[in-house]
């Protein structure tokens, strides 16, 4: 499914109408801008949870989809998209193979390399995104990793310490920002 923004204008819900009868699978969601004189708050359900990825393996281990968010796309070899008839479920069922130029190393394994102590269940992020994901299913480029920020959230469950971890990539945008000066 697609994302389209249109500006907010009187014929823009006119416009809408007519690009969904022209593109296939267009979703049209309609909203007031926000204001300053809102007075209420909007709840946001995003669709995150429902997206279906494929099966994905990273130079021949199998790991969470979401690993491709923590590979520098300079490092990326050789992508392969594999399709097969899954009879049982009675759909197309993908696998992305992804041939990387450096090596991967698992969550567990970077956790332990770098001494980052994290509680008994642990909370993932990438570039301000929760992963909704075990992480050990994650894979990770270590080249690509520029900073981890390690939170211990302890005071939401008394009985088990949760450990947030912040992984902002290397990208030109998060070295930017992390090289910037803010003066008050």
Do not use: W
């Amino acid at each position: 499914m697609g994302v389209l923004s249109l500006a907010q204008e009187r014929d823009s819900v006119k416009v809408a109408d007519v690009l969904k009868n022209e593109i296939k699978n267009l979703s049209i969601v309609t909203h007031k801008p926000y204001s300053m004189n809102d007075k209420k708050p909007k709840i946001l359900y995003p669709d995150v949870n429902k997206t279906e990825y494929p099966d994905a393996f990273f130079n021949g281990n199998p790991a969470c989809f979401e690993t491709i968010r923590v590979i520098d796309p300079k490092n990326i070899e050789h992508i392969e998209i594999e399709k097969s008839n899954d009879l049982h479920a009675g759909k197309d069922k993908k696998r992305v193979i992804i041939k990387t130029k450096t090596e991967m190393i698992s969550m567990r394994d970077f956790i332990k390399k770098y001494s980052i102590k994290s509680g008994h269940k642990i909370l993932v992020s990438i570039d301000g995104e929760m992963i909704n994901e075990s992480f050990e299913n994650l894979l990770l480029d270590e080249s690509y990793i520029m900073q981890v920020k390690v939170s211990d959230l302890d005071k939401i469950d008394h009985n088990n310490t949760f450990t947030h971890l912040k992984i902002f990539t290397r990208t030109a945008e998060n070295v930017r920002k992390a090289n910037e000066i803010r003066l008050r």
